[in-house]
């Protein structure tokens, strides 16, 4: 169904979505093309961070020497969210699917945070932080439908797995963990690797047999200076990394078996 053509067919929303941001390692060119992209953007509904807000340095088991404390990721993270909503609609609603580095400040692991002040540690119970992070729905970093959110036939949700098809694989798998249809659109980030094509891709089950599926990486959103990755981190490949973020407008109301009611666009920087 064309851009153009969506709202003739009943109310649609317009979305934004963009992940790993990774407190407090913030790209701050990357938050300026972030802010002007959404900005520029009439009529958005909806704001999706796709998780891992926080870098969580404080709960990673990899030996590594920490430069900053947690209260100061979390002071940097509700500026950060501070400013992306001084640049949204009013009535915008504001999503964050947690991620894996989310997940770790809660992750039920002693070698992560101790469970006698693991409490302590919750962002949303910040005495001066707090409010900010409440303003936002957060599903929770779990395999299964609760921690996918999902507008119409577009579903969004951090993601699990990392390997060169996750991002296909992943999404054809969290699609029917969440009831399955055709012509969906699956937006993650988790990798750091924004899809290539610049646009959601079509899902195969062989070179010449597409699947009515889609799917989309959106990148992240951390600083790129290698120096500022964690010690673990600066073994690995990181030339497919891409600071992105999608764009895009869905119908909310759709049959099971309706067509693509979406429009979606991938914006690299």
Same mark, same amino acid.
């Given at each position: 169904? +064309? ?7 009943? +109310?649609?929303?317009?979305?934004? +979505?963009?992940?790993? $941001? *990774?407190? =407090? ?6 938050? /300026? ?16 961070? #796709? ?6 340095? /404080? +709960?990673? %088991? ?6 900053? !404390? ?5 002071? $940097? ?7 992306? &909503?001084?640049?949204? =609609?009013?009535?915008?609603?504001? $999503?964050?699917?947690?991620?894996? *580095?989310?997940?770790? #400040?809660?992750?039920?692991? =002693?070698?992560?945070? @101790? ?19 409440? &303003? ?21 949700? *951090? ?25 969906? #659109? ?7 690797? @924004?899809? $290539? ?9 062989? /070179? ?7 799917? %989309?990486?959106?990148? *992240? ?8 990755? @964690? !010690? ?16 895009? !407008? ?14 979606? !666009?991938?914006?690299?920087?």
């Amino acid at each position: 169904m +064309a851009k153009k053509q969506l709202s003739k067919h009943g +109310a649609t929303a317009k979305f934004a +979505a963009w992940s790993c $941001v *990774h407190s =407090p390692y913030i790209c701050e060119d990357s938050k /300026a093309w972030l802010l002007n992209n959404l900005t520029n953007t009439r009529g958005l509904t909806h704001a999706v961070i #796709l998780g891992d807000l926080f870098e969580s340095s /404080a +709960a990673s %088991v990899h030996p590594d020497e920490v430069k900053h !404390e947690l209260e100061y990721e979390y002071e $940097v993270a509700a500026g950060y969210l501070k400013d992306v &909503r001084s640049v949204l =609609p009013r009535n915008c609603k504001l $999503v964050w699917t947690l991620g894996n *580095h989310d997940y770790n #400040l809660k992750s039920p692991d =002693p070698r992560r945070i @101790p469970l006698d002040i693991r409490s302590l540690c919750n962002w949303n119970n910040h005495y001066e932080f707090g409010k900010e992070f409440r &303003r936002w729905e957060q599903l929770p970093y779990i395999k299964s439908a609760k921690c996918v959110y999902s507008l119409g036939k577009v579903k969004f949700y *951090h993601g699990f797995d990392a390997g060169t098809n996750s991002d296909e694989l992943e999404g054809l798998q969290m699609n029917y963990m969440t009831g399955g249809g055709a012509h969906t #659109l699956m937006v993650r980030g988790h990798t750091h690797r @924004p899809t $290539v094509s610049g646009s959601p891709v079509q899902c195969k089950r062989s /070179a010449k047999v597409l699947l009515p599926n889609f799917f %989309v990486n959106v990148g *992240h959103q951390r600083a790129m200076d290698a120096r500022r990755y @964690p !010690e673990f981190m600066k073994r690995r490949d990181t030339s497919q990394w891409g600071n992105g973020m999608l764009l895009g !407008e869905t119908l909310l109301k759709t049959g099971r078996n309706s067509g693509k009611c979406w429009s979606a !666009e991938l914006l690299v920087r």
